[in-house]
Each structure stands twice: as structure tokens, then as C-alpha cells.
């Protein structure tokens, strides 16, 4: 079986930064314990065992992380790499816990730009995933003024009470050509509305990288958990913009032979927040595919 290695792909440097840190505060002594993270640091499965290895427990995603705080009384919290709005920071302060924040640069910077806007008197559109956990920290920032628009149903619905001042910003993980299509709607609706696209370079340079260098494949793999949302919008370019048959799986175990029936050419990619070694076990048993 031909393999197509793509690249880039697997862990962000937002990823491996926040992972770094969390081995750190670990393997420290001084760190009280015990130590929670707010939610998966990155979602993807593998990684939350992995760092279970260090004693680090990990909240399930389930509740909003203000609902989780009332899950821990003492000890360490870190904030995930996703944000989390400055309410659930004061909440834990308060509660005298240790906190650590990996949030990943990229959406540190969105969380700046929204305070700025809102402070000077704009409200937010802002193009995300509903239930995901960077949407919440994102809106937490100015709860009335920052406004989820998920797709064009969720813009038709929107009563604002003011659009004078006006601006879009997005998700950092979204599929680049979902999201401007949505934003192409939102100018059309709001011809002066300020436009920030968010959407970090690494998510862009993978999600393009998976497009072009598929072409040739018969069948595409991604490799990546299915909370992952970077993973599923690679899923997403590859099928509606490559045009090639794709699967998400979580590795190995996951690949049927009926994913191959007819394929002598795949390609394999990964989410921000797949271990690489996951990958590469991936891209072995498909090279030695009969």
C-alpha cells in the first residue's frame, strides 16, 4: 500500500507548550496537590491517559468550568489550552486553589482582541462550536455582548440591539472555507461589521496541507479523537474540498478492511492534539497493508 505522509500535521506548538507545562507543574514537588485539569487540556484521549500517568486528574468536559470548580475544594487547577472566561479565574481564586493557565497563545490573543472591541463599545459575533469549550471562555469575556454564531440559522435568529459598531471574530480550530462562507453571509446581513478572522496558522497550514497533498489518495485517515474539533474539521476540507474519501479514527484499531477495499493510495493526517507516535503507528500498519 502506497502511504502519502501529510505534513504538517499532529501537535500545534500551543499543544506542545501546554503539555510541557502540565509535566512540569507535575514533576514538582512544591505543586500542591491534588492536581485537576479544567476539562481535557487537549481533547484527544491518548493525552488524558498519558498525563493521568503523572497523577494529573482530568474533569470530564461535560458541565461548563464554572460547574466543574465545584467539583475541586483544594489543590492545583490548571486552565486548559482552550481559554476559559475571566469568571471561572476569579472563581478559583477565591476558592484558594493554585492556577496554572496553558490557554494557547493564539486564543489568548482572541481573548484580548473581544475586551478590546467590547470596550470600545462593539458587540461581538463570534463564528464558533457550540458546547466547546473555547466559545464558552471566548463569550465569557463580555456575556451579552459577545454573541455564538454557529451557521446561517443561528444568524438569521440573531436581535441585536445595536449594529453600528459591529465585529466578527472566530473559533481559532474552524474550517477556513466553512467559515468564510458564514462570514461572506454575516457582511452581507451587516455590510460595516469589522471582520477579525481568527483562525490560528497552524489549523489553516494543516487544513491545506490535507487538501492539496490528498489529492492522489483514494482513501484519507485522520488521525485524531472525536471531541477533537480541529480533527473533524480536517474531516470536513478533506471530504468537501479534496473530494476524497475520508475517515476519522483514533488509531490503528479503528481501520477496517473495508476502508481499503479498492485503495492502493492513502493519505494520513492528524489533528493539532494527536500524539505523533499514535500517527506513525497509523501510517506503519498501512504501508505493510497487503
Known amino acids: ?32 496537590r491534588p492536581i485537576y485539569i479544567l476539562g481535557q487540556l487537549v481533547h484527544n484521549r491518548h493525552m ?6 503523572y497523577g494529573v486528574i482530568s474533569l470530564e468536559n461535560s458541565a461548563n468550568r464554572l460547574d466543574l470548580l465545584d467539583q475541586i475544594d483544594h489543590g492545583t487547577v490548571v486552565f486548559t489550552a482552550h481559554g476559559v ?3 471561572v479565574k476569579e472563581r478559583a481564586r477565591a476558592k484558594g486553589l493554585t492556577c496554572f493557565d496553558t490557554t494557547c497563545p493564539d486564543v489568548e490573543k482572541t481573548h484580548v482582541l473581544i ?57 481559532t480550530t474552524l474550517s477556513r472555507w466553512d467559515t468564510e462562507s458564514l462570514i461572506a453571509r454575516i457582511v ?11 483562525i490560528c496558522q497552524a489549523t489553516q497550514l494543516r487544513q491545506e496541507a490535507a487538501v492539496r497533498q ?27 474540498q479534496a ?17 481499503l477495499v479498492g485503495a492502493s493510495t492513502v493519505a494520513v493526517t492528524a489533528g493539532s492534539s494527536t500524539p505523533s507516535d499514535i500517527t506513525r503507528e497509523v501510517i ?4 505493510a497493508y497487503p
Open 85 to 87: 472566561s475571566p469568571r
Open 188 to 198: 452581507e446581513r451587516f455590510p460595516n461589521a469589522e471582520v477579525h478572522t481568527e
Open 284 to 287: 506503519r500498519f498501512l504501508a
Open 243 to 259: 473530494k476524497r474519501k475520508v475517515y476519522l479514527i483514533d488509531g490503528v484499531k479503528d481501520i477496517r478492511p473495508d476502508m
Open 48 to 53: 488524558v491517559e498519558r498525563l493521568a500517568q
Open 115 to 171: 475586551r478590546r472591541l467590547v470596550a470600545e463599545g462593539y458587540d461581538v459575533l463570534y463564528v464558533g462550536r457550540k458546547g466547546h469549550p473555547e466559545p464558552e471562555g471566548a463569550i465569557g469575556e463580555a456575556p451579552g455582548q459577545v454573541h455564538l454564531v454557529q451557521d446561517v440559522d443561528d444568524l438569521d435568529r440573531l436581535a441585536l440591539a445595536q449594529t453600528d459598531r459591529l465585529a466578527v471574530t472566530t473559533q
Open 1 to 32: 500500500m502506497k502511504v502519502i505522509s501529510i505534513t504538517p500535521r499532529g501537535f500545534c506548538y500551543g499543544v506542545v507548550d501546554a503539555v510541557e507545562a502540565v509535566k512540569r507543574i507535575a514533576s514538582d514537588p512544591k505543586t500542591p
Open 214 to 240: 490528498s489529492a492522489e489518495a483514494d482513501v484519507v485517515f485522520v488521525v485524531g479523537d472525536t471531541h477533537s474539533s480541529n480533527s473533524n474539521r480536517l474531516v470536513d476540507v478533506v471530504r468537501d
